[in-house]
């Protein structure tokens, strides 16, 4: 349900959910919508004296939204090429982590708000954000060999990252300009 409320000198609207949780949850969504979460027994004064409280956070964390946002740069490719070179990415990594005994993932793809890619290895899946279609070729094979990686070290050890510059030496500077592409826009 959709709400408004005053904060500072601004009528602004929040996007309300009842759920089965102990508190009163609040997040600014990618697209600069107010959300909050609550159990459906607190009672809606409750609810809007938290989000009150939470002014400051809300005002600035829009703000900072509103700075941020810009028009994504012209794509390197079509998401449908996308698909194809991550793919011919995995096969060529491939074969150093085979040797490792990994049988090849299942490749995966779809729109992610905050990463770039995914590895869930128990489930023996990579998956990649479409997004990376905004990045360059270097950047997508940082990408994948990183994701790879992970099949080895689930977390981001110094192990890891040892590993990841075996396979990837210039990661660092493929990182960097992932970082300057705001991946949140258009969301």
């Known amino acids: 349900m959709i709400r408004g ?17 102990k508190n009163v949850n609040l997040r600014i969504k990618p697209n600069g919508t107010i959300y909050v979460s609550a ?3 607190v009672p809606i004064d409750v609810i809007e004296n938290f989000i009150l409280s939470k ?8 703000e900072k939204f509103n700075s941020k946002r810009h028009t ?16 011919e990415l995995c096969k060529a990594a ?4 085979q040797k490792l005994g990994m049988a090849f993932p299942e490749i ?16 023996k899946v990579l998956t990649f954000n479409t997004a990376l279609m905004y990045a360059p070729r270097r950047c997508a094979e940082y990408v994948v060999w990183h994701e790879f990686t992970h099949f080895l070290h689930p977390n981001h050890s110094k192990a890891f990252y040892a590993e990841l510059s075996k396979v990837c030496p210039n990661w660092k500077e493929s990182r960097r300009i992932l970082k300057e592409i705001n991946i949140r826009t258009g969301e």
């Open 94 to 97: 491939y074969p150093y982590y």
């Open 108 to 123: 995966r793809f779809r729109r992610m708000i905050s990463r770039w890619g995914s590895c869930h290895p128990v489930k």
């Open 39 to 41: 159990n459906k027994r």
């Open 55 to 62: 002014e400051s956070f809300i005002l600035n964390a829009l």
């Open 5 to 21: 409320i005053l904060l500072g000198n601004q009528e602004l609207s929040y996007e309300l959910e009842y759920k089965k949780v």
């Open 72 to 87: 994504l740069p012209n794509p390197f490719y079509s998401e449908k090429e996308l698909c194809s070179l991550i793919k």
